[in-house]
Nanobody
Framework: VQLQASGGGLVQAGGSLTLSCAAS????????MAWFRQAPGKEREFVAT????????DTADSVKGRFTIARDNVKNTVNLQMSALNPEDTAIYYC????????????????????WGQGTQVTVSS
């Protein structure tokens, strides 16, 4: 699967932004999808994941209640809706995919993912 992330930009603190990731291929529903982020000088960290069916989701504690992940298995897209953004959310955001037969699996570890998008920059000004 090939992934193309988009939607990043510059936003003021307290604002909202929606990232989108488009996937190629006809077996999109077999992929667990996730968003990770990497701030300057820091390691890449988990943000949110969603199962192939879209039923199960998980988000990092740092974004819980502010970020929502969703997918459309017809359009082969996964979105990350971000609200109440703060400067600590500034990072390059990457979408990732992991093949799993079982449609209700979610994965939070970077090592589980084998396909990555190119990243999209999100900058939150104070």
């Amino acid at each position: 699967v090939q992934l193309q992330a988009s939607g990043g930009g510059l936003v003021q603190a307290g604002g909202s932004l929606t990232l989108s990731c488009a996937a190629s291929g006809s077996t999109f529903r077999r992929y667990v999808m996730a968003w990770f982020r990497q701030a300057p000088g820091k390691e890449r960290e988990f943000v949110a994941t969603i199962s192939g069916s879209g039923v199960n989701k998980d988000t990092a504690d740092s974004v819980k209640g502010r970020f929502t992940i969703a997918r459309d298995n017809v359009k082969n897209t996964v979105n990350l809706q971000m609200s109440a953004l703060n400067p600590e959310d500034t990072a390059i955001y990457y979408c990732a995919a992991a093949w799993r037969i079982h449609s209700n699996v979610v994965l939070t570890q970077i090592a589980s993912y084998t396909a990555w998008g190119q990243g999209t920059q999100v900058t939150v000004s104070s």
